[in-house]
């Protein structure tokens, strides 16, 4: 019964949470604001922006995701989408008392108190989001899993992967495609892993599956990708789907360049105090060269010199990806690489014209020619300018292996939108947050693993 009413809950749950959060910002300014807890233009306005603001903000970072997600990436995105309401439902509120009680003066009033009201909904969202997961788990045990794969195929990457989910998926079984029992196999657990299976060869599972209401999962495959730029399109009373050739229109080209000049001016304004702190950091430690330049291939193959802070001993620093515990790496290097700052000069780039602010990320020559010798599809990523954030760098990790770097890059390409930009560049923030996941480097022994 739990298991079948578990949405119906989670969303009531999840009302009751955000309009927990939502109430501690109108108490608490309602102490010297009595008006925002009865009907009043002021009370309206400012309850429309703080909702507004709280929707679309945890579209972009994620909601109170109990159940799917782990507990510390729900706090972090709810506390971001918290501070933004809090912070225009604020100024809005400010705006508002420019006429009714400051005479005409604008009055940013009450810094302090915002930051109360912002530390009260932490507490409750890390009490929430902790004690969400707590009681689900506790009353929904994990899905019992049964993995697909090819004969031969090594499994251990994603076994690894879904195994940090382990509150979610317990991996019961490993069996190959070629396996009698099949899909007697299927009817016994709740959920199917397909690992690496062409789209020929998971058809049927994923036809079954279907028929039985079982929960399915897989890797994707160049054919999935391309399906996610297509249109549905009607032929008289015939469905068919139909995918157009890829680029920004003119009207796209101008807006996302004349968004990366004014962002890329702005941000270097902004980011210029820890950037000569940096510098000074990085000279006085070694006495080397500040910048580190390294020719980066972007859109239709051209070649750039790609601009970053050097976080490297430049002394018998052979040219390959970082590894994890690389002695190459100073210490200053080391910080500034975990909060990336390392690439705070690349809006150089991105003003220059070499880079645009979302987009693929940008790959040395020498794993472009190596991945694409071995991934031809590798090459399909420079269809799209190189960027200093994409889909890539806000999901993916330094040691994230080429077909998953491609496959996001590809999903960027295919759906790209101004919105999706935006989107992207909104969830970088998070990525501060977790700087020792994203900048996960590569194990010795699996260093540039090329295909899939």
């Known amino acids: 019964m739990l298991k079948k009413m578990r949405r119906s809950i989670l969303l009531v749950w999840k009302f009751l949470v955000y309009a927990l959060v939502g109430s501690v910002f109108f108490l608490l300014f309602s102490i010297r604001n009595p008006y925002l807890l009865v009907p009043s233009r002021t009370s309206g306005i400012t309850l429309l922006a703080y909702s507004v603001v709280y929707l679309l903000m945890t579209r972009v970072y994620g909601g109170f995701d109990v159940g799917k997600k782990k507990s510390r990436p729900i706090i972090y995105s709810l506390t971001l ?3 933004a309401a809090d912070v225009i439902a604020h100024l809005f509120l400010c705006i508002m008392n420019t006429t009714v009680v400051h005479g005409g003066r604008f009055v940013y009033e009450q810094p302090l108190l915002l930051l109360l009201c912002i530390v009260i909904q932490i507490l409750l969202i890390v009490l929430f989001a902790y004690g969400g997961n707590g009681i689900y788990f506790h009353f929904v045990p994990p899905q019992q899993c049964l993995v697909i794969l090819r004969p031969g195929d090594d499994v251990r990457r994603l076994t690894g992967k879904v195994s940090a989910y382990h509150k979610q998926f317990v991996i019961c079984q490993l069996v190959t495609l070629d396996h009698p029992r099949l899909f007697d196999l299927i009817d016994q657990y709740d959920a199917v892993f397909l690992f690496n299976l062409s789209v020929r060869e998971r058809l049927g599972i994923v036809e079954y599956c279907y028929s039985q209401k079982k929960d399915f999962y897989y890797t994707l495959e160049m054919a999935d990708l391309v399906s996610l730029g297509t249109e549905r399109v009607m032929f008289d009373d015939t469905s068919m789907m139909h995918s157009a050739p890829k680029g920004l229109s ?35 430690e070694d006495g080397g060269h500040v910048f580190y330049r390294q020719k980066r291939a972007t859109y239709g193959g051209r070649t750039f010199d790609v601009i970053k802070f050097r976080s490297m001993r430049e002394e018998n620093a052979v040219n390959r990806s970082v590894t994890k515990d690389d002695d190459r790496i100073t210490k200053v290097g080391r910080v500034i690489r975990k909060f990336r700052i390392d690439e705070l000069p690349q809006l150089i780039n991105v003003l220059r014209s070499d880079m645009s602010f979302v987009g693929p990320r940008p790959e040395m020559l020498e794993n472009v020619e190596k991945y694409t010798s071995e991934l031809p599809e590798f090459s399909y990523r420079l269809w799209a300018k190189a960027g200093l954030t994409g889909m890539a760098q806000v999901y993916g990790k330094y040691n994230t292996p080429p077909w998953e770097k491609l496959a996001m890059d590809m999903i960027y390409i295919e759906q790209y939108s101004l919105l999706l930009d935006l989107k992207l560049l909104l969830r970088t923030i998070l990525v501060l947050f977790t700087p020792e996941e994203s900048t996960e480097a590569f194990d010795d022994e699996d260093e540039e693993v090329p295909a899939k």
């Open 81 to 83: 989408s918290v501070i």
């Open 250 to 284: 003119m009207e796209q080209r101008i807006l996302k360049r004349g968004f990366d000049i004014a962002a890329s001016l702005i941000c270097l304004i902004l980011a210029s105090p820890i950037m000569l702190v940096t510098a000074i950091a990085i000279k006085l």
